[in-house]
């Protein structure tokens, strides 16, 4: 029997308190033999899920309870001992965060007595007696008293037992547990010094004076208050009390308000029916009918009609209101989702497996993903709120964690680093890549320094500790009850919005249903590119009436000529395109899910492109799956096919398979696959398939990892991959043109997008104030029978520009054309600094030709008076001022607008990198396989996959095209800090071509030399 409970615990979840993850503290307590631990974090219950999810594999229970904020500066834990009292704190707190600004939260003393029900509350003294609190709580308050054998201590607690005796509040011993273990004692030194501002040197006012704040064990917290057993025993009465368990919670999805009376269940089936004739005609297929039967029952059976009709109405609002979405995820496996609008691949033909999105054996919810142009979804999810109201629907919180960057950033600042030095080893540092001694070295700071190697480990401790709790992209919580009684809700940064104190992950671990709600650029595109179709050349298109399988579309997707294509856009994508040479959509759904690191890391890649190209036959390890692997040439790419490989092979019934699939997916997080391994060969072996294939479909299975790729999630991700590749072959300067109003969106800058454009024949026109819309826009190119419109460039594009600011450009000149510069400073009111950006920019070249010139007069307009005599020089009294070169006029251009029409930054410097050996991307293209070569470009993407084996990929960029570079883990670590910093490198190595692909292997990386200033750059991906 356990000694005593802790009941004052908190985790990391106390953002920049607790120094322990809950899953930790759990832990330890079953390490020291304690199986019941109560967790307090401060203001709400963030970090409960994850104890809970911990204790349910451990002979661990966890209370649920938190440390809240009370207006007269002091503090109550509450703990809940039942369903209603865990309701009640969530109320609570939830009151208390909605009035108070972000990462706050203040309570009234008369709010926390009106939640008494069902709580049990631990009253740490502070301005007032506990007359309050003894009224409301009864026999279920108690004085807490800690002891941490600290200065003053004795004393504090002969006060409090005063008091408490006073009221007759019996006392309970306790500790503030901060960390499950001493040796996190100084991670929370740190984590205090972060969150008040201050240094360690001078942190002692605001620190904990020693390390007595770990979690203790019986024999331990018994010897502390060894003088006062009965206290110690209270814990143990408290523990009795507080039986609630967040398995109680149980939820029920909203039901829509239904038509005629009808049930929810009647209503879906009547509109899948409706749906099915629109999608098959009068005839729907037999086959797709006893698929729907089988759907409509089993949603029926768990109860989960209200979730569909909610998805359908927010898809029919946004069919309403001309809002382009498409339903992706697990939801394209349902023949339901896809007769009611919400998805657009079918099933059905694309023989999808239903148990992927939905089995009787999980029970758990369906998740469907709704992707919405995202200039757009804020109108959706207002709708979403003010459909069920701010009671009933809250935003899902993502929980901002320290990555590598922050970490060093904010531990740095903590322990007194220099900032120069800072700066320089977070630039050093990425998500793909944490040897933070290595970091140091490159820095020129010595890595086995004291100083040092105690900020390297303070930095490896606290990556992943959560920061801060923002907003879900477009997760929502419903409740058909208030959702304050599910988890508190608080205010999230961005006005309008409120948010939960759960995560996604939290939801799907307590079984709760989330709409996602999710923006997506490449939707935002799409739609701007019909719009712009319809404008400029009377084409009505949508998404549904693209002509399909147009040879020209799949001949550019062959070519790599991606850029600005959703999801085969990426360098990798672009390497495996000409490759896999995809023909059909169905190539398009592979190619979609090849470059993954399941397929990767599972070795599936190449024996499906050898497949693919005769090199090998197809082959099938037994008969039984040639109709799950056929698609794929016998190779498993999707995990939909490994769930029916394992229903085949080894007779998995869906709900097995699809645990199997979860498993799967958390196999390096918790190692459950093991659990599979005798069950999946045992059951092959008696099938008769050979010991050798069952052994490497198991190692490919555990090779998808978290990786592995739903085929109908490819599917629905194919379909706009193909609308925006066929957009792009038909429509160059629409899709240009729509593809630069949908930023930021996609892999590529504004200046690789434009230059791209210019190699492909597009004339773009520079930002002009008598010309430029607040977007980009189409123009005549002015020679009959032109093929494409000119792209003119917007205002947007202009460095710290406004959009009011823009807009006010626009209507001015719609009002009236400018006569002169004076005429447009004088009505557009714009002040100096703007003024000089569009100088700079050459977006007054119509009013003053010479960007010299227009400075120089903005400049003196900017320092007039009102009333003043003007500064501006009489013509014939005006400084004389050199034009700009071309290498000026583009740096200019990137320097304001951050990309240039008028030239690539590498253009006017051919012939210095020329003299230097340096080829062009052109050039380099044209030479022979293992040619030797030296090439100069501008980085526009670093990328370091975890399936490579430390390998770092480069693409380079000049004015001919893109080079892709591959440098090997050696010569990385002879340039890393070139390549992690540098935006403009050369690159001498060896060519590799394969089936048209081009690699430049690395041997030696540095920094050209050009004349004058080193190029401009638009910016590059890194490491994603």
């Given amino acids: 029997m356990s000694r005593y409970v802790p009941l004052w615990c908190r985790s990391n979840f106390s953002f920049l308190e607790g120094a322990s993850h809950p899953e930790e503290l759990v832990e330890h307590a079953e390490a020291v033999g304690l199986p019941v631990l109560a967790l307090t974090d401060r203001d709400g219950v963030p970090g409960i899920v994850r104890a809970h999810v911990a204790a349910r594999e451990r002979p661990v229970r966890v209370i649920v309870g938190s440390e809240v904020t009370v207006e007269d500066g002091s503090t109550v834990v509450l703990l809940a001992e039942t369903r209603a009292g865990y309701a009640h704190l969530c109320r609570l707190v939830t009151a208390g965060r909605r009035r108070s600004p972000k990462g706050e939260c203040v309570v009234a003393l008369d709010e926390v007595c009106a939640h008494a029900r069902g709580l049990v509350a631990l009253w740490r003294g502070g301005p007032w007696d506990p007359g309050p609190y003894r009224e409301a709580f009864g026999t279920a308050l108690y004085a807490l008293l800690a002891r941490h054998r600290e200065e003053g201590e004795r004393e504090r607690e002969v006060e409090l037992r005063e008091r408490a005796k006073r009221f007759d509040v019996?006392?309970?011993?306790?500790?503030?547990?901060?960390?499950?273990?001493?040796?996190?004692?100084?991670?929370?030194?740190?984590?205090?010094?972060?969150?008040?501002?201050?240094?360690?040197?001078?942190?002692?006012?605001?620190?904990?004076?020693?390390?007595?704040?770990?979690?203790?064990?019986?024999?331990?917290?018994?010897?502390?208050?060894?003088?006062?057993?009965?206290?110690?025993?209270?814990?143990?009465?408290?523990?009795?009390?507080?039986?609630?368990?967040?398995?109680?919670?149980?939820?029920?999805?909203?039901?829509?308000?239904?038509?005629?009376?009808?049930?929810?269940?009647?209503?879906?089936?009547?509109?899948?029916?409706?749906?099915?004739?629109?999608?098959?005609?009068?005839?729907?297929?037999?086959?797709?009918?006893?698929?729907?039967?089988?759907?409509?029952?089993?949603?029926?059976?768990?109860?989960?009609?209200?979730?569909?009709?909610?998805?359908?109405?927010?898809?029919?609002?946004?069919?309403?209101?001309?809002?382009?979405?498409?339903?992706?995820?697990?939801?394209?496996?349902?023949?339901?989702?896809?007769?009611?609008?919400?998805?657009?691949?079918?099933?059905?033909?694309?023989?999808l497996l239903f148990e992927r999105f939905l089995s009787r054996e999980r029970h758990e919810p369906p998740d469907i993903d709704l992707d919405i142009q995202h200039g757009r979804r804020e109108e959706v999810i207002q709708h979403v709120y003010a459909k069920y109201g701010r009671d009933r629907a809250a935003m899902v919180c993502n929980v901002i964690r320290f990555r590598t960057r922050s970490a060093v950033r904010e531990v740095g600042k903590a322990l007194g680093v220099p900032a120069t030095a800072l700066d320089r080893l977070a630039k050093l540092g990425s998500r793909g890549d944490g040897d933070v001694a290595a970091w140091f070295r490159e820095a020129g700071l010595d890595p086995?320094?004291?100083?040092?190697?105690?900020?390297?480990?303070?930095?490896?401790?606290?990556?992943?500790?959560?920061?801060?709790?923002?907003?879900?992209?477009?997760?929502?919580?419903l409740g058909h009850e208030p959702v304050h009684d599910l988890v508190p809700i608080e205010n999230a940064a961005m006005e309008g919005r409120t948010v939960i104190q759960w995560d996604k992950d939290d939801l799907e671990d307590l079984g709760l249903f989330k709409v996602d709600l999710l923006a997506l650029g490449s939707l935002t595109l799409c739609d701007e590119s019909f719009r712009l179709l319809r404008e400029h050349r009377g084409i009505e298109l949508g998404l549904a009436t693209i002509p399909p399988e147009d040879t020209r579309t799949y001949d550019l997707i062959c070519r790599a000529d991606t850029v600005g294509v959703f999801q085969i856009e990426s360098r990798a994508q672009m390497a495996m395109l000409p490759r896999l040479r995809p023909r059909t959509f169905y190539d398009l759904v592979v190619e979609v899910s090849i470059v993954r690191p399941g397929p990767i890391s599972g070795d599936m890649v190449h024996p499906y492109l050898r497949r693919r190209h005769g090199e090998e036959p197809v082959s099938y390890p037994h008969k039984c799956l040639v109709p799950v692997l056929e698609k794929t040439l016998g190779v498993p790419l999707f995990q939909e096919q490994v769930m029916k490989l394992a229903m085949v092979a080894a007779d998995y019934t869906p709900g097995e398979a699809d645990q199997l699939r979860r498993d799967m997916a958390a196999w390096r997080k918790h190692g459950r696959m093991e659990r599979h391994r005798e069950r999946l060969i045992a059951r092959m072996l008696r099938k008769g398939i050979e010991r050798e294939f069952a052994e490497r479909v198991f190692e490919q299975i555990r090779g998808f990892g978290e990786y592995g790729f739903p085929e109908s999630h490819a599917a629905s991700f194919a379909l706009i991959a193909y609308a925006t590749a066929w957009l792009r072959c038909h429509h160059l300067d629409v899709f240009t043109c729509a593809l630069l109003n949908a930023q930021p969106m996609g892999f590529y800058s504004p200046a690789t997008i434009v230059e791209d454009a210019k190699r492909h024949g597009l004339e773009v026109r520079p930002i002009d104030v008598t010309a430029s819309d607040q977007d980009c826009t189409l123009e005549p190119v002015g020679t009959p029978g032109a093929e494409l419109l000119a792209l003119r460039m917007g205002l947007r594009w202009l460095r710290g520009f406004s959009e009011a600011e823009a807009r006010r450009i626009v209507a001015e000149r719609a009002a009236r054309g400018f006569a002169d510069l004076g005429d447009f400073a004088a009505r557009c009111r714009l002040n100096g600094a703007r003024l000089a950006t569009l100088a700079e920019a050459g977006a007054l070249g119509s009013l003053e030709p010479s960007r010299r010139d227009a400075l120089w007069e903005v400049w003196a307009r900017a320092k007039e008076r009102p009333g003043g005599l003007p500064l501006v020089a009489a013509a014939s009294d005006r400084a004389t001022f050199a034009a700009l070169d071309p290498f000026e006029t583009v740096a200019w251009d990137y320097r304001s607008a951050s990309h240039s029409a008028r030239g690539h930054p590498l253009e006017s410097l051919r012939d210095a990198l020329a003299a230097q050996r340096l080829c062009s991307a052109e050039e380099v293209r044209a030479l022979p396989d293992r040619a030797r070569v030296q090439h100069a470009g501008l980085v526009i993407c670093r990328q370091r996959p975890g399936t490579a084996k430390g390998v770092v990929f480069l693409t380079l960029e000049d004015e001919t095209?893109?080079?892709?570079?591959?440098?090997?883990?050696?010569?990385?670590?002879?340039?890393?800090?070139?390549?992690?910093?540098?935006?403009?490198?050369?690159?001498?190595?060896?060519?590799?071509?394969?089936?048209?692909?081009?690699?430049?292997?690395a041997q030696r990386i540095w920094v050209p030399a050009v004349p004058g200033e080193p190029p401009e750059t638009g910016g590059s991906r890194d490491f994603h």
């Fill in 961 to 1001: 095209g893109f080079v892709n570079v591959v440098v090997w883990p050696d010569v990385y670590e002879r340039f890393a800090a070139l390549v992690k910093t540098e935006p403009f490198l050369a690159v001498a190595g060896r060519l590799q071509m394969q089936d048209g692909v081009v690699h430049l292997v």
């Fill in 448 to 477: 086995d320094a004291p100083r040092h190697r105690h900020f390297a480990e303070l930095v490896d401790e606290i990556r992943t500790f959560p920061r801060h709790l923002s907003i879900h992209p477009g997760g929502f919580l």
């Fill in 170 to 351: 019996p006392v309970v011993a306790a500790r503030e547990v901060l960390y499950h273990t001493r040796a996190r004692r100084r991670l929370q030194d740190v984590l205090t010094c972060i969150r008040h501002g201050v240094t360690v040197d001078r942190a002692a006012a605001v620190t904990r004076p020693n390390a007595e704040h770990e979690l203790l064990g019986g024999r331990a917290f018994e010897s502390l208050w060894e003088d006062d057993p009965a206290a110690v025993a209270r814990t143990l009465e408290i523990g009795e009390r507080c039986t609630f368990s967040l398995d109680e919670l149980r939820y029920v999805y909203p039901s829509e308000r239904l038509p005629d009376g009808s049930t929810s269940a009647q209503w879906l089936r009547s509109l899948t029916l409706q749906g099915a004739h629109r999608r098959y005609g009068e005839h729907v297929p037999d086959r797709v009918r006893q698929q729907l039967e089988k759907e409509l029952a089993l949603i029926e059976e768990l109860d989960y009609p209200g979730y569909f009709l909610t998805m359908r109405e927010i898809v029919e609002y946004c069919e309403r209101n001309g809002i382009l979405c498409q339903g992706r995820g697990s939801a394209a496996n349902s023949a339901v989702c896809y007769c009611l609008g919400i998805t657009a691949v079918d099933p059905v033909r694309m023989d």
